[in-house]
């Protein structure tokens, strides 16, 4: 990549890390531009040249969120030097480390651009094959149960997803923590304890 690409990609980098902090901490229906561009140390004309709207912007911000916290989760599947449940115990801790991104504030997002509710829908179809073949390599491990189907399992996981729209989180980020702690390892474990 040469000088001016790499300038511009940092730049932009710069831009949807100021971005995706108000929008986090403001919402992002309260949260200009001029804003993003005056924390950013950009001018607005800049954001406008890289995003477009403001719209397009917050897309971009989510897509990246979405991207990067995907791969995240996809290194940790395909590491060999953990077993499934050390790799289960990993995911649930990088879930929880991202609990602080409040779920209603991708609702509020999502219900104001079916554009952007689109792209996540599709964000997530693309990338069922990984969590099938993930829940798969655990049955051949011995770590989950052989006789629940794999239509089951993706449709326990569509029920999570729908009803994560619905949680209420705390304005206390070690609740917020603890309880997607807890939320994740009910997922993975349920509610009883083995003997």
Do not use: C
């Not at 569509?158 to 989180?169: R, S």
Request: hydrophobic fraction near 40%; aromatic fraction near 12%; charged fraction near 30%.
């Amino acid at each position: 990549m040469d000088g001016y690409k790499l300038r511009t990609e940092k730049k932009k980098e710069q831009i949807r890390k100021v971005a995706m902090d108000l929008f986090l901490t403001f919402g992002f229906e309260k949260v200009t531009l001029a804003e993003i561009a005056k924390k950013a140390h950009v001018s607005p004309v800049t954001i406008y040249n890289h995003f477009g709207t403001k719209d397009e912007l917050v897309r971009d911000v989510v897509h990246t969120f979405l991207e990067r916290e995907w791969e995240s989760r996809l290194q940790t599947i395909k590491r060999e030097d953990l077993s499934f449940p050390e790799k289960v115990e990993k995911l649930i801790i990088d879930t929880t480390e991202i609990s602080g991104v409040n779920p209603s504030f991708l609702n509020k997002m999502i219900d104001n651009d079916p554009e952007l509710a689109l792209f996540i829908q599709d964000f997530f179809q693309d990338r069922m094959k990984y969590i099938i073949e993930f829940f798969e390599e655990g049955k051949q491990l011995g770590y989950v149960d052989p006789d629940i189907t794999t239509d089951s399992i993706i449709m326990y996981l569509n029920i999570l997803q729908n009803a994560a729209k619905d949680l209420q989180f705390f304005n206390d980020s070690q609740k917020n923590s603890k309880l997607g702690k807890d939320l994740s390892k009910l997922f993975f474990y349920g509610l009883l304890i083995r003997k």
